[in-house]
Structures are given as structure tokens and as C-alpha cells.
């Protein structure tokens, strides 16, 4: 099974700053990584796969970047409506189980 | 527009059994792996199943193979997750979604299940 860890497991960032999460996989998964965030009582919603590129509608300072084992997820010029939770998982291995980190709680400074 | 809604969930007993469905709607329902993921209260995600487009390659997470079966009817649009000798550690949102790779993840708004006495 490929291990999802991520860190911080809480990060406190002022609004209008800049949050920078990362997500670090037990073996490589090449890009095959998406980032999810959920907020409180909702469904995860879908923000960047294939650890780059944004999914539909997803505003541009939300960034993904990395390769192999070691990913970031950076949302710059953050808004009140992005302190969530936020979780990486990889879709590199067949059979397909998938798995997620344990998230990490974006909040407010 | 992609639609998921789960139905099924509910306060079940240790040992209990429930059926989970999971209708989707919006996207050609045939075409697609689907999956199921759950969220116990205060926790992560975890993948529990997966089943291809045609319903012919299944997959289990281990915490749940030999108690869980997922299945699907292609011509209803519908997904659906049987569940058998309850525990407590299966409390959770059951969540279905569409896919678990590249662009494709969408996410119903998932059904609670309880299981206590």
C-alpha cells in the first residue's frame, strides 16, 4: 500500500497571504495526484489532478507542483472561503487502491 | 451537470446489514469506474471500493473485503455498496464517486451510517 503523508497537519495563514501544503508519497506515484478540499459538512471537491492541473472552475492561486514522491499544493492570496481542510491522493497503482493523506487543516491566523 | 446522490445509510446494530445506492445522473453513467469512499466522524478519507464500467473488475480495500459487495446496474444509473457484519469502526459518511483518477472525480454529497447499539 503507498502511504500518503501530509504536513503540517495544521497550518494558520493570515487572508490575503500565501499557504503552501505539502504531501509526500511512501514510493513514487509519478503526477498521478489530486488535491481535494473539503469544507465542514460537505463532500471533498476536486481541485487539482495530475499534480498540476487545476480541474474546472478552480480559481488560478491555487497551484500544484511536484513529481515521484514529493508534492506541493500552494493557494496564494488566500480568501476566507479557502480555510478548509485539504487532502492529497494518488491514483498511481493497479489494482486501484487508492489513498489519501490525513489532510491538513487550513486556518485562520 | 454530474449528479450523485447517495440513499441507504441509517442507525444499524453491530452485525447489522444495510444497502447503500448511490444514483447518478448528468454523465453517461456506463462509461465510468465508480467507487465508494468513507469518512468516519472527525477523520480522513478512505477508499473502500472500487468497481470498473462494465462492473466486471472489483476491488476492496482490506478492512472491509469479505463483508462488503459492490455492484451496479448500468441501465438503472445506479451504484450500489451491501454491507454486512456492521462494526462500530464502520461508522461513516459513504460517499460515491465517479472515478478516483485524473480529471473525472466527481462526488455525491454522501449518506451517514451508524452502527450501534
Known amino acids: 500500500e503507498i502511504v500518503m503523508t501530509q504536513s503540517p497537519a495544521t497550518l494558520s495563514v493570515s487572508p490575503g497571504e500565501r499557504a503552501t501544503l505539502s504531501c509526500r508519497a511512501s514510493q513514487s506515484v509519478s503526477t498521478n495526484l489530486a488535491w481535494y478540499q473539503q469544507k465542514r459538512g460537505q463532500a471533498p471537491r476536486l481541485l487539482i489532478h495530475?499534480?498540476?492541473t487545476r480541474a474546472t472552475g478552480v480559481p488560478a492561486r491555487f497551484s500544484g507542483s511536484g513529481s515521484g514522491t514529493e508534492f506541493t499544493l500552494t493557494i496564494n492570496s488566500l480568501q476566507s472561503e479557502d480555510f478548509a481542510v485539504y487532502y492529497c491522493q494518488q491514483y498511481n497503482n493497479w489494482p486501484p487502491m487508492y489513498t489519501f493523506g490525513q489532510g491538513t487543516k487550513l486556518e485562520i491566523k | 451537470e454530474v449528479h450523485l446522490e447517495e440513499s441507504g445509510g441509517g442507525l444499524v446494530q453491530p452485525g447489522g446489514s444495510l444497502r447503500l445506492s448511490c444514483a447518478a445522473s448528468?454523465?453517461?453513467?456506463?462509461?465510468?469506474?465508480m467507487n465508494w469512499v468513507r469518512q468516519a466522524p472527525g477523520k480522513g478519507l478512505e477508499w473502500v471500493s472500487y468497481?470498473?464500467?462494465?462492473?466486471?473488475?472489483?476491488y476492496y480495500a482490506d478492512s472491509v473485503k469479505g463483508r462488503f459487495t459492490i455492484s451496479r446496474d448500468n441501465a438503472r444509473n445506479s451504484l450500489y455498496l451491501q454491507i454486512n457484519s456492521l462494526r462500530g469502526e464502520d461508522t461513516a459518511v459513504y460517499y460515491c464517486?465517479?472515478?478516483?483518477?485524473?480529471?473525472?472525480?466527481?462526488w455525491g454529497q454522501g449518506t451517514l451510517v451508524t452502527v450501534s447499539s
Open positions: 468497481i470498473s464500467s462494465s462492473g466486471d473488475t472489483i
Open positions: 448528468g454523465f453517461t453513467f456506463r462509461s465510468y469506474s
Open positions: 464517486t465517479r472515478s478516483l483518477s485524473g480529471d473525472a472525480p466527481s
Open positions: 495530475d499534480a498540476s
